[in-house]
């Protein structure tokens, strides 16, 4: 059988921009990447503190040192700069 499980997760980190006219994902700083364990790529679950709202999308580097947390594309509809959000990336094992 096979279940997900939480691998990485970046607790209630505050969304830093929105970017409606991007084509989708979600960019996070890359030291926040690495710290974590997220790869370029990687689907993650985002959950928004403030409205209960989630949200499944993809993960892009940004500038490294910036702190950048900004949801692109129709997922920025979700969310609003200042927003606290737990953003989980989860992983396959088989038991």
């Keep these: 059988m096979n279940i997900q499980v939480v691998k990485s997760k970046i607790h209630r980190v505050s ?12 960019t996070i700083d890359i030291a926040l990447m690495e710290a974590a364990n997220l790869i370029e790529g990687e689907k ?17 580097p ?9 949801l692109n594309g129709p997922a ?5 700069v200042g ?9 396959l094992i088989h038991i």
């Design 62 to 70: 940004g500038d490294r040192g910036k702190g950048t947390i900004c």
């Design 44 to 60: 993650v679950q985002i959950v928004n503190v403030n409205n209960g709202e989630r949200i499944e999308t993809y993960v892009i």
């Design 83 to 91: 927003d606290v959000v737990i953003i989980i990336g989860l992983s």
């Design 15 to 26: 969304v830093t921009q929105a970017d409606l006219n991007y084509v989708g994902s979600i």
């Design 76 to 80: 920025a509809r979700r969310v609003a």
